[in-house]
C-alpha cells in the first residue's frame, strides 16, 4: 500500500468505529474539497450500504452560489439526505459580515447555528474535514474530539487517545466530533482528489473572475449584495479554500486542472487559511472559536 | 515517498518545541505567514527577547503560550528529499504523561531530548519506559543545551553513557546519541564547527535513514468493525486487515469460538479483490451463514490466535483517580468493550506489572510480535 492507501485505510477505519459506536451520526459537509474527499471516504467505508448518516450544512447564506449548486447536485446524485440549517436568529436580523463584521458574522451563523443544528437533531456524533496541518491548535486535537453538553472543547484536559482506540462514551447531551482527515495534508488531499477523479467546486480552479481589493484580500464580487464603490475588475484567480464570499481571498493562479493546482503547492511558499480573513480577527482565534462550539 | 512517525519527549524544559521550530525552520519548511506570525508572537509573548521562539510555531494553545509550557501532543507534517515525517511533540510535564502516551502509540520512532547539564532525570526514564513498552525499538538521544557546556564532548559523552547503561534492558533495538543545540541549530540539520569532534549523524540525517519496521506478516487477521446488510442479500463484515494477508478462499476461524467459514469475497466501492494486504479496510463475505459480530476476528483457521480471559500485563495508569483492585472498569480491545478487574493498586502516572481478568474470553496477540492487533486501553466505567 502506498501513502494514500494507508490514509485512505485509516480514515474508512475511523468512520467504521464512530458509527458503529453512536446513536445519531452527522457529517458535517461543507462543500470545500475536504468536505469531498471526506464524503468520498464514506461511501467507501460502508460500500455496498449507503454511508448511514445525513450530511448536514450549516448555511450563512453568504457562500459562493457554485458552492450550492455543487452541494444540491451532489447530494441529489448520491441518494443522501441533506439538513441545511441557517439560523433563525440571523435571518431576521440579516447579520451579514459587512454591516456586522467577519467575527460576529462567523459566531452567529456558523458557531451559533451548528450548535442550534445538532441540538435539535440530537446528534451525539458529527464528522469533519479538518486537518491537524491547517492551524496550531487543530494540530492539537484529538481524532475523536470530546464536546460538553454546551459543545465546549476544553483543550487542557483531552482524553487519552491510544493506537486506533477511540474512546466514545459520552453521557446524554454531549457529543463527540471526529475527523477523519486528521493526519491528511493539504497536498495529500489534492492527490487524492487527483487518483479517485473526486469532482469539487469549480471555484478551485483558474478562471476570470470579478475582484475587488478588500483589506489585503482579492474578494470575488459573487452576487449584487456587495456594496462596490469602484468597478470589479477582472482576474484569472481561483480559491485554495471556500467560505463565505466576502470573507475569503483568492489567489492569482493559472491552475486549471488538479495536477495543476498539485503542482502549484508544491512551490507554495504560504498556507491555505492565508487566504481566512476570519482567522486573522485575532491571535489564536481559531481556538477560541472551536472552544465555543465552532468546527 | 516512504513516512517516518516519530515522537519528540524527554523531561520539561529540555527544548523539544524549539527542537520541532529548529527542524521546520532550517528545513525551510515553514510558510511566509506562518513564519511572519512567528516573528509577530516571539515579539508579544515569545521568552527569546524577540527573537524567533520556535516553541511557538507547536505551542499552540493559549494556555501553553500563557505559562510557556507543552500541555498536548501537537503533530506537524513536513518532508525533506529523503521522507515525509509526521512528527508528535509531547509535553514534559509528569501532569500530562496520558498526553505524551497518546503521541507515543503511534510513533516508529522516538527522540528523546534531555538537558546536557542535568543528564538523565526520573521523567527521561519514565519517559524511555514508555516509548520501550509501546514497542518503538529506534531511539535518538538528543543531548541537547552543549551551547550552555561550551559544547564539550565529556559532558556529552558523560551522558550518553549514562543513559545508554540505563535503557540496557529497554530492548531497543539502536540509541543514537547525538549531541545538539536546538537553540543554535546546532547538528540538527547540518553539522556544526563548534563539535568537529562529532562525525556522526545529525538529527535529520538519523530521521531520514532510520529504520521503520514494517509490520511483520504471518497468518491473517481480520479485525469486525461493523456488520455491512444494506438488503436481505447482502451480509458482509467490514473491517481492517490486522495482521498478514487476506485471501479469497481462505479458511477462516470466528474468535473467540471454534466457528469456520471461508473467505468468498473481498468487497470494496472500486471492485472486488483477490487478497487484501495487511492494512487495508475492507468488506469480507464468507461462504457460510455464520455469525459474527463487532469487537470478532476472523483468523486464518490453520493458524488462529489464541483467546484467554486472564492475562499478566503491563499498565500504564492515566486516570487521576488510581487503579483500585478489584473494581470493575472497561477496556477497549480491538472492536470490543469488556470489562476487567485488576489485582493491585496504581497511581496516576504509574507503570506496573499486574494479572489483568476480563469478564469474557478475547483474542490476543503479543505486542512484539504485532502491534498492531495485540491491544488493549483501558478507562475507567
Known amino acids: 500500500m502506498d501513502h494514500l492507501d494507508r490514509l485512505e485505510a485509516d480514515s474508512i477505519d475511523i468512520f467504521r468505529e464512530a458509527v458503529a459506536e453512536s446513536e445519531r451520526p452527522v457529517l458535517l459537509y461543507s462543500i470545500g474539497k475536504d468536505s469531498s474527499v471526506l464524503l468520498h471516504l464514506a461511501r467507501k467505508a460502508f460500500h455496498p450500504s449507503k454511508p448511514p448518516f445525513p450530511l448536514l450544512h450549516v448555511d450563512t447564506t453568504w457562500k459562493f452560489r457554485e458552492m450550492i449548486e455543487f452541494r444540491d447536485r451532489t447530494a441529489a446524485e448520491l441518494g443522501l439526505e441533506l439538513i441545511v440549517h441557517r439560523n433563525p436568529e440571523c435571518v431576521a436580523l440579516g447579520i451579514n459580515p459587512f454591516d456586522h463584521g467577519s467575527a460576529r458574522h462567523t459566531d452567529m451563523w456558523k458557531t451559533q447555528g451548528l450548535r442550534q443544528a445538532l441540538d435539535e437533531h440530537r446528534f451525539d456524533l458529527a464528522f469533519g474535514g479538518a486537518r491537524r496541518d491547517e492551524e496550531a491548535s487543530r494540530a492539537k486535537e484529538r481524532v475523536f474530539s470530546f464536546r460538553t453538553a454546551q459543545h465546549r472543547w476544553d483543550p487542557k484536559n483531552q482524553r487519552p487517545e491510544l493506537w486506533r482506540l477511540y474512546n466514545t462514551r459520552v453521557a446524554p447531551g454531549e457529543s463527540i466530533r471526529v475527523f477523519p482527515l486528521s493526519n491528511w495534508t493539504e497536498l495529500d488531499v489534492w492527490r487524492y482528489v487527483e487518483r479517485e477523479g473526486i469532482p469539487v467546486v469549480p471555484l478551485y480552479f483558474a478562471a476570470w473572475r470579478p475582484v475587488v481589493d478588500r483589506d489585503g484580500l482579492l474578494i470575488m464580487v459573487d452576487d449584487d449584495r456587495m456594496p462596490l464603490t469602484e468597478s470589479p475588475r477582472h482576474e484569472l484567480v481561483r480559491f485554495r479554500t471556500l467560505g463565505c464570499y466576502p470573507l475569503t481571498g483568492a489567489v492569482r493562479s493559472e491552475a486549471r486542472t488538479v495536477p495543476e493546482i498539485v503542482e502549484e503547492m508544491r512551490a507554495a511558499t504560504t498556507s491555505e487559511r492565508q487566504g481566512r480573513l476570519i482567522d486573522h480577527d485575532q491571535s489564536g482565534s481559531m481556538e477560541r472559536k472551536k472552544r465555543e462550539g465552532y468546527f | ?381
Open chain 2, 1 to 381: 515517498m516512504e513516512l517516518l512517525r516519530f515522537i519528540t519527549c524527554g523531561s520539561v524544559d529540555d527544548g523539544k518545541s524549539t527542537l520541532i521550530g529548529r527542524l521546520l525552520y532550517e528545513s525551510k519548511l515553514l510558510y511566509a505567514d506562518h513564519l511572519a506570525a512567528l516573528e509577530a508572537d516571539s515579539r508579544r509573548v515569545g521568552t527569546r527577547g524577540g527573537e524567533l521562539d520556535f516553541a511557538l510555531l507547536v505551542d499552540g494553545l493559549a494556555a501553553e503560550r500563557e505559562q510557556g509550557i507543552t500541555i498536548d501532543v501537537a503533530y506537524r507534517f513536513f518532508a525533506t528529499e529523503a521522507r515525509r515525517f509526521i512528527v508528535a511533540d509531547t509535553p514534559g510535564h509528569e501532569q500530562y504523561t496520558r498526553n505524551m502516551v497518546t503521541g507515543a502509540s503511534t510513533a516508529d520512532a522516538a527522540v528523546i531530548l534531555l538537558d546536557a547539564r542535568k543528564g538523565v532525570l526520573s521523567q527521561t526514564r519514565r519517559h524511555a519506559r514508555i516509548v520501550s513498552l509501546l514497542g518503538i525499538r529506534h531511539v535518538a538521544l538528543a543531548v541537547n543545551k552543549l551551547d550552555l557546556l561550551g559544547y564539550s564532548r565529556e559532558s556529552f559523552e558523560k551522558v550518553c553513557f549514562e543513559f545508554t547503561e540505563f535503557a540496557a534492558d529497554l530492548g531497543f533495538a539502536e540509541i543514537t546519541c547525538v549531541p545538539m543545540s536546538a537553540t543554535e541549530g546546532v547538528n540538527v540539520v547540518g553539522h556544526s564547527e563548534l563539535t568537529p569532534w562529532y562525525d556522526g549523524k545529525t538529527l535529520l540525517q538519523w530521521l531520514e535513514t532510520v529504520v521503520v519496521d514494517t509490520e511483520e506478516n504471518g497468518p491473517s487477521r481480520f479485525l469486525v468493525q461493523w456488520v455491512n446488510r444494506p438488503d436481505a442479500t447482502f451480509r458482509g463484515f467490514s473491517g481492517r486487515v490486522l495482521r498478514g494477508t487476506l485471501r479469497r478462499g481462505d479458511e477462516v476461524r470466528v474468535l473467540p469460538g471454534e466457528r469456520t467459514s471461508t473467505v468468498d469475497r473481498i468487497v470494496t466501492m472500486d471492485g472486488d479483490l483477490l487478497e487484501a494486504p495487511t492494512g487495508s479496510s475492507v468488506t469480507v463475505v464468507l461462504t457460510d451463514d455464520v455469525d459474527a459480530s463487532r469487537g470478532d476476528v476472523l483468523a486464518f483457521a490453520a493458524d488462529p490466535a489464541g483467546v484467554a480471559d486472564a492475562f499478566q500485563a503491563h499498565l500504564v495508569w492515566l486516570n487521576e483517580n488510581g487503579l483500585l483492585p478489584g473494581r470493575q472498569y472497561l477496556a477497549k480491545i480491538g472492536a470490543r468493550t469488556v470489562g476487567f478487574t485488576a489485582t493491585k493498586a496504581l497511581q496516576l502516572n504509574e507503570i506496573g506489572v499486574d494479572s489483568v481478568h476480563f469478564d469474557t474470553p478475547v483474542p490476543f496477540e503479543s505486542y512484539r510480535t504485532n502491534a498492531t492487533s495485540a491491544r488493549s486501553w483501558c478507562s475507567t466505567g
